[in-house]
C-alpha cells in the first residue's frame, strides 16, 4: 500500500531527524520519495520531502545531493499554484543560498536576492525578516558591515514585533558574526549572550553550537590582531568551544565540526600551544576537503600559512596562503580574499620581497579603504 507507506515513511524520516540519526532519516526520506512516485499525490508533500532530505544532505556535507533536493523541490513548487508556490520557491531558493554559501558567494547572492523579492510578493512578516537575515549575512561576507546591520536590526525589529523568539535567536546570532568580523567585540559577545541564552530555552542544539562558537571567538581568546583590542571576559572562550564541539558530534554536523577544529586552532596560536593548533587546523582540513566546503578549507589553509609564518617557515607558510587566496577568490568572498592577502604580504615582507606585497595589496586596499573589519 504505496499511500501508507508514504505517510509512515514519512514519519519516520521526521522523528529519526529530530534525533540527528541523520542517515536513517535519509533512507526514510528516499523510501517516502520513491513511495510519492507511486501515488497521486499533491506537489506539495514531495516538495516537503525533497527539503527535508536536502537539509540532512547539506548536514552530512553531501553538496550535490543537497543542491539536486533544492532544485527538484524548486521546480515542483514552480508547477503549483496559489500561495503555497510561492513559499515552497522561496523556501528552496533559501535553501540553495545557505548551500552556495559554502561555495560560491555570486551564487548564493543571486538565490538569497531572488528569495528576497518573494518575500517582498508575499507579504508575510516572518518571511521577509527571514530573508533580511540572509541577505545581510551575505553583505557581512562581503565586508559591508554597515549593510549587514542594517538588513538584520530590520528583520529583529519584525522578529520582536511578531513574538518569534526562534527569529529573534537566529537574527541575534547573526548580529553576534556580523560586530565580530566588524571588530566590535564588546558588542559580539553580548549578542551572543542573548542568543546563547534564547537557543537553550527553546532546547535548538543546532544553533545553540554555532552561537557558542561565535561567542568563544568574540571572548577574544582567538585573536592575535595588533589591531583589535580583546575583551576581558570572566569565563575563558575555550568552554564554549567544548560545548559546541560535543554539539557538533552529536548532531552529525560536520561542517560545523570543520568550522570548530579551525575555530580551537586559532586560540591555541593565541595560546603559543602550536602542536595542538597544528593537529586541530589538519583536521579540520580534512573534513573541509571531504564534504567539499571551500569556506572552510580557505579558513585552515590561511590558518596554516599564519602559523607557519608564527613559525618563521616562509615557504610553507607561502605555499599554504597562495593556495588559500585562489580558493577564496573562487569563493568570491571579500572578507576571506582580504583575510588571506594581508597574512600573505606579512610572508612576502618576511622575505624582504617589497614589491611582491606592494603588488599583491594594491587591487585589494587604497588610502581610501575603511577600518571596518577584521580583514580590512
Same mark, same amino acid.
Given at each position: 500500500d504505496?499511500?501508507r507507506?508514504?505517510?509512515?515513511?514519512t514519519?519516520?524520516?521526521?522523528?529519526a531527524?529530530?534525533m540527528?540519526?541523520?542517515?536513517e532519516?535519509?533512507?526514510?526520506?528516499?523510501?517516502?520519495?520513491e513511495a510519492?512516485?507511486?501515488?497521486?499525490?499533491?506537489a506539495? %508533500?514531495?516538495?516537503?520531502?525533497?527539503?527535508g532530505?536536502?537539509?540532512l544532505?547539506?548536514t552530512?556535507g553531501d553538496?550535490?545531493?543537497?543542491?539536486?533536493?533544492?532544485?527538484?523541490?524548486?521546480?515542483l513548487a514552480?508547477?503549483?499554484?496559489?500561495?503555497?508556490s510561492?513559499f515552497h520557491?522561496?523556501?528552496?531558493?533559501t535553501?540553495m543560498?545557505?548551500?552556495w554559501?559554502?561555495r560560491d558567494?555570486s551564487r548564493a547572492?543571486d538565490?538569497?536576492s531572488?528569495a528576497?523579492?518573494?518575500?517582498h510578493?508575499m507579504?508575510?512578516?516572518?518571511?521577509?525578516?527571514?530573508s533580511?537575515?540572509?541577505?545581510?549575512?551575505?553583505?557581512?561576507n562581503?565586508?559591508? %558591515?554597515?549593510a549587514a546591520?542594517?538588513?538584520?536590526?530590520?528583520?529583529?525589529a519584525? &522578529?520582536e514585533q511578531?513574538?518569534d523568539?526562534r527569529g529573534?535567536?537566529v537574527?541575534l546570532?547573526?548580529?553576534?558574526i556580523?560586530t =565580530?568580523?566588524?571588530?566590535?567585540?564588546?558588542?559580539?559577545?553580548e549578542y551572543?549572550?542573548?542568543?546563547?541564552? =534564547?537557543?537553550?530555552?527553546?532546547?535548538?542544539q543546532s544553533?545553540l553550537g554555532?552561537?557558542?562558537t561565535?561567542?568563544?571567538?568574540?571572548?577574544?581568546?582567538?585573536?592575535?590582531?595588533?589591531?583589535?583590542?580583546?575583551?576581558?571576559?570572566?569565563?575563558?572562550?575555550q568552554r564554549? &568551544?567544548?560545548?559546541?564541539?560535543r554539539?557538533a558530534?552529536e548532531t552529525g554536523?560536520l561542517?560545523?565540526?570543520?568550522w570548530?577544529?579551525w575555530?580551537m586552532?586559532?586560540m591555541?596560536?593565541?595560546?603559543g600551544?602550536?602542536?595542538?593548533?597544528?593537529?586541530l587546523?589538519?583536521?579540520g582540513l580534512?573534513i573541509?576537503?571531504?564534504i567539499?566546503?571551500r569556506?572552510?578549507?580557505v579558513g585552515?589553509r590561511?590558518?596554516?600559512g599564519?602559523?607557519?609564518?608564527?613559525?618563521?617557515?616562509?615557504?610553507r607558510?607561502q605555499?599554504?596562503?597562495?593556495?588559500?587566496?585562489?580558493l577564496?577568490?573562487?569563493?568570491r568572498?571579500?572578507?576571506?580574499?582580504?583575510w588571506v592577502a594581508g597574512?600573505?604580504?606579512?610572508?612576502y615582507?618576511?622575505?624582504?620581497?617589497w614589491?611582491?606585497?606592494e603588488?599583491?595589496l594594491?587591487p585589494?586596499?587604497?588610502?581610501?579603504t575603511p577600518?571596518?573589519?577584521?580583514?580590512r
Amino acid at each position: 500500500d504505496d499511500g501508507r507507506a508514504l505517510h509512515y515513511f514519512t514519519l519516520a524520516a521526521q522523528n529519526a531527524q529530530s534525533m540527528f540519526a541523520n542517515e536513517e532519516a535519509c533512507a526514510h526520506y528516499t523510501r517516502a520519495i520513491e513511495a510519492a512516485g507511486k501515488v497521486s499525490t499533491d506537489a506539495e %508533500p514531495i516538495i516537503k520531502l525533497y527539503l527535508g532530505r536536502g537539509e540532512l544532505y547539506q548536514t552530512l556535507g553531501d553538496f550535490a545531493g543537497a543542491l539536486a533536493d533544492y532544485e527538484a523541490a524548486l521546480r515542483l513548487a514552480g508547477s503549483m499554484d496559489g500561495g503555497a508556490s510561492e513559499f515552497h520557491a522561496w523556501r528552496a531558493l533559501t535553501n540553495m543560498g545557505r548551500l552556495w554559501a559554502s561555495r560560491d558567494y555570486s551564487r548564493a547572492y543571486d538565490c538569497f536576492s531572488n528569495a528576497l523579492e518573494l518575500a517582498h510578493q508575499m507579504g508575510d512578516p516572518k518571511v521577509l525578516a527571514e530573508s533580511l537575515n540572509w541577505m545581510g549575512n551575505w553583505y557581512n561576507n562581503q565586508e559591508d %558591515p554597515l549593510a549587514a546591520v542594517e538588513h538584520h536590526h530590520r528583520a529583529l525589529a519584525i &522578529f520582536e514585533q511578531t513574538g518569534d523568539q526562534r527569529g529573534q535567536a537566529v537574527t541575534l546570532d547573526l548580529l553576534g558574526i556580523t560586530t =565580530l568580523l566588524g571588530s566590535d567585540l564588546i558588542s559580539s559577545v553580548e549578542y551572543y549572550d542573548r542568543a546563547v541564552k =534564547l537557543f537553550r530555552e527553546l532546547d535548538d542544539q543546532s544553533h545553540l553550537g554555532s552561537s557558542l562558537t561565535g561567542r568563544g571567538h568574540a571572548r577574544g581568546d582567538s585573536f592575535n590582531s595588533l589591531t583589535t583590542v580583546a575583551p576581558v571576559m570572566p569565563v575563558s572562550s575555550q568552554r564554549d &568551544f567544548e560545548e559546541a564541539i560535543r554539539i557538533a558530534w552529536e548532531t552529525g554536523s560536520l561542517a560545523d565540526e570543520a568550522w570548530l577544529a579551525w575555530s580551537m586552532s586559532r586560540m591555541y596560536i593565541v595560546y603559543g600551544r602550536y602542536g595542538q593548533a597544528l593537529e586541530l587546523i589538519h583536521r579540520g582540513l580534512d573534513i573541509a576537503t571531504h564534504i567539499g566546503h571551500r569556506e572552510w578549507i580557505v579558513g585552515s589553509r590561511s590558518t596554516l600559512g599564519a602559523l607557519y609564518l608564527e613559525l618563521l617557515a616562509p615557504e610553507r607558510a607561502q605555499r599554504e596562503l597562495e593556495a588559500a587566496l585562489n580558493l577564496a577568490k573562487e569563493l568570491r568572498s571579500q572578507f576571506w580574499i582580504h583575510w588571506v592577502a594581508g597574512a600573505l604580504a606579512g610572508v612576502y615582507c618576511l622575505a624582504a620581497d617589497w614589491a611582491q606585497a606592494e603588488m599583491l595589496l594594491e587591487p585589494v586596499y587604497s588610502a581610501g579603504t575603511p577600518m571596518d573589519g577584521e580583514a580590512r
